[in-house]
């Protein structure tokens, strides 16, 4: 396989400054959603970059600081639970990552999106099903997003002990769930995530 193909195609086209663009965080019952945008330098492979679902939790902090210092630019950019509620998770992950490919120091003038959907860029774009592990600077982007929400989530976990925040990241586990009923939801809490756990267990 050849993780640089979209990279290379971009760039004979003419795209100097080519991004990858993933998020991480759409699926748990908490916390907001991350998305992050990396350009990296033309024909650059970091060497153990993958999908973040596929590495250790270890090997992604590593590679976390290997990303920023090889990056030509990196960003890092939130949807908030208030965002999330508002507009949905879906739109929330759109303009998590328009956030992020707009926070650039180094503007990109062409963006691979990890996924079918296309946020709505000023730029042109490229949407790639399963683009974090098929391209070098998306599956980047995924492991600086997944990294990213992580240590917020740690964050969280000191300040609401009860819900073993540091073990789930928000995503409805077991020991979750139970402590969301047996405790009641906390800010961080996504309402309407959390509808059907209510109806399921008689809870309005």
Sequence with gaps: MDWLEFEKEAASNGYKYICG????????????????????PE???IDGVN??????????EKLFDVILEEAVACSVAWAS?????????????????????????VPADFAIIDGNRKPPLEIPCQAVVKGDARS??????????????????????????EYAFEKHKGYGTKVHTEAI????ATPIHRPSFLRKLYEKNGRS
């Design 81 to 105: 639970v208030e965002e999330i509620e508002e507009i949905n998770i879906l739109n929330a992950s759109m303009l998590a990552m328009k956030r992020a490919v707009e926070s650039l120091s």
């Design 51 to 60: 999908d973040s679902k596929k590495l250790t939790e270890k090997k992604r």
């Design 136 to 161: 070098m600077s998306v599956a980047a982007a995924s492991i600086l997003a997944k990294v990213s929400r992580d240590r917020l989530m740690l964050e969280y976990a000191a300040r609401y002990p």
């Design 181 to 184: 009923l047996r405790y009641g």
């Design 21 to 40: 663009v993933d998020e991480a965080g759409r699926g748990p019952l908490a916390g907001p959603v991350c998305a992050a945008a990396v350009i990296l």
């Design 43 to 45: 024909g650059k492979i």
